[in-house]
C-alpha cells in the first residue's frame, strides 16, 4: 500500500519533470503527505492543469464524503470489477507526483516499526499512478478526490511489504492521461512494479509517524543498529 508519501521539490522541478502542465501558486513543498490531506494531481480532463485534490477517492454515488479514508489505495488487479473504482478506471485517471514514499518495516524481537525513506536513486521526482472523481455535496460544492493505484511489490520491496505503489515511468503518461475511454486490457499492462535496480531506501526517524510532523526533518537518514 501507500499510507504517506514525500513531494519536496522545488516549483521549477516539478514544472521539468511533467512538462506542458501548469501548476497552482499555491504550491509548496511537502514532506509528510497523509491521508484525507489536499495532494496534487494532473487529471486526464484535458486541460492540462494541475490542481488540489483530496487523498482519498469519493465515489461519485456515496452518500457522503466518509468514504475517502477507506479508499486512499486501490488495487490494480481489480479495477474493473470493484464499483468504486471501476467508472474512474475507464474514464479518470491521473498522475500523482511525487519524490519518495514511506513504508514501516518490523524490527526484530519487539512490537516496533521502522519507517524507511524510498526514492529513485537519481533523485528525480515521478509519478503515481491515480484515478480521481467528482463528488457534489447537496449544497452544490463539488470536492476532487484521488486514489493512488497499488500492485504487488518489486523483489526489493517485498522484503517491506506485500504492496507497492504503481510508479509509472515516463514513457507511460500520455498513454496514462489518455482522455479517451479505454479497456482494462490496455490498461492493466501499465501497471506493473517498477524496477528495484532504480530505487532506494534508507530508515528515517519517528517523527513521520505524525502527520502533524511536514518538515524536512522527516528525511533525514538515521542509523537503526
Same mark, same amino acid.
Given at each position: 500500500? %501507500?499510507?504517506?508519501?514525500? #513531494?519536496?521539490? !522545488?516549483? $521549477? ?50 452518500? $457522503?464524503?466518509?468514504?475517502? !479514508? ?23 485517471? %491521473? #498522475? ?126 538515521? !542509523?537503526?543498529?
Amino acid at each position: 500500500m %501507500c499510507g504517506r508519501f514525500t #513531494l519536496s521539490v !522545488s516549483a $521549477d522541478e516539478l514544472e521539468r519533470a511533467f512538462a506542458g502542465f501548469t501548476f497552482p501558486a499555491a504550491y509548496a513543498p511537502r514532506y509528510n503527505i497523509a491521508p484525507t490531506q489536499p495532494v496534487l494531481a494532473l487529471p486526464n480532463d484535458g486541460l492540462q492543469q494541475a490542481d488540489f485534490f483530496l487523498w482519498g477517492l469519493i465515489p461519485s454515488w456515496a452518500k $457522503d464524503p466518509s468514504l475517502a !479514508s477507506r479508499l486512499i489505495n486501490a488495487r490494480g488487479e481489480s479495477l474493473a470489477e470493484k464499483p468504486a473504482f471501476r467508472g474512474a478506471f475507464k474514464y479518470r485517471r %491521473c #498522475l500523482i507526483p511525487a519524490n519518495g514514499f514511506y513504508e514501516w518495516a518490523a524490527r526484530p524481537g519487539t512490537k516496533a516499526k521502522i519507517p524507511y525513506f524510498i526514492h529513485l536513486k537519481n533523485g528525480a521526482p515521478f509519478a503515481f499512478a491515480g484515478l480521481w472523481e467528482e463528488w457534489r455535496a447537496a449544497d452544490g460544492s463539488v470536492v476532487r478526490s484521488c486514489t493512488i493505484i497499488t500492485t504487488a511489490p518489486n523483489e526489493w520491496l517485498a522484503a517491506l511489504h506485500n504492496r507497492m505503489p504503481v510508479i509509472l515511468p515516463r514513457e507511460d503518461y500520455e498513454a496514462w492521461l489518455d482522455p479517451t475511454p479505454q479497456t482494462p486490457e490496455r490498461l492493466k499492462r501499465l501497471l506493473r512494479p517498477f524496477p528495484a535496480e532504480q530505487m532506494e531506501m534508507y530508515p528515517v526517524s519517528n517523527l513521520v509517524n505524525n502527520p502533524a510532523n511536514d518538515r524536512q526533518e522527516c528525511l533525514t537518514p538515521v !542509523s537503526r543498529d
